[in-house]
């Protein structure tokens, strides 16, 4: 409840924030077309220097200005209009020179209609898929279990930062090669992004999985959290890894402007998952939950590259399986394995810690020596910095 005194300070807190957001809006349409030019540099730019300059501002507003809400607010109001503007400003200076006026196409919004309405279903039932299982556990689980659900889901998605960022780097380039008819350097890029992908995600992820009792004691400081939440963990980090090496197969769909196959895959996951995740978690609580998420993902590698590959980049798919994910997962999976059978039992929270950051780097060299195009690129470059210090 509002006390009446408070009421003018929260409408104007409340406006400020709208046109904070509408400001921010049209940001995604600038950024856009930052990284379809393939100026992801400029863009990051752009994004950490207004990112700092709102956090450090904010805190110099509220010091040196007025410590108030509205304050505040006005500030964030400020950075979103500086950030959208340099945004604009820097794509439009990005743009090649054009002899015509910039004005608005509507045949070109006609062409791309189909793509753009593929999109917008692929965004909605993605959303629905991320958040699906948190809406059906919330009536059915416990509020306890549930939030030790809700913490280790928190965990296992921030994988994601690792392997969204690739996705922003490579979609603008693989739309190029697709557009330019090279599909030898595409397959080429392809493979080798996706071996890359395998040596961001597979490593942490094992780890997670292989030690999340550990990891969890040594950050929640809770028995209680630890022994309810570890094969949670568990589960939905295997899932989200799995999520992770799909993001590249996805990016080429994309780029070939081939949203179908992705859209009717969610439809019918939507369609599947309601009764499944009720039923797994009636039947096994917030672990059977976990599991649903780690289906999901299987039929993706399982399925959706099997399907992909038989329309782009045919004959490119034993290569995927193979040398771009199946033997840096075996090698990274033998790692962290042999890690965690070693691993001496009684060991103090700061020996848990330093076993497990040891088991990670082994598991990290491992991915690297066994994705080929990677491991090549390490070493080159390995070889020229030694080359520059006079070795």
Known sequence: RIEPQALPTTVTALMLMGVAIALQWPFGLYAGGLLG????????GITVALATLRGAGAVLVLWLVSPTVIAFFAWQVVISLLQTGFAAMFLWRSLPASRQRSRFRFDRLQSIWRFAAGMSGITILSVILMQ???II???VLSLEMFGYYTLASVVAMSLSRLSTP??????PRFTQLVAEGNEQVLARLYHRSSQLMSVII??????IALFAREILAIWTQSASTVEHSWLILSLLIIGTALNGLMILPYALQLAYGWTRLTFFFNLVAVVLLVPLIYLMTSAYGAVGAASVWVMLNSSYVMINIQLMHRRLLSGEMLRWYGKDVGIPLLATLATAATGRWLLPVGMTPVGNFFWVAVTALLTLVAAILTAPQIRRTVFKRIGRSTLQLGY
């Open 37 to 44: 030019l393939q100026r992801q540099v400029l863009l990051n």
């Open 132 to 134: 699906l299982d948190k």
């Open 137 to 139: 556990l919330s009536r």
């Open 166 to 171: 690739l996705f922003s780097a490579l979609y």
């Open 202 to 207: 597979l490593p942490p992820a094992i780890i």
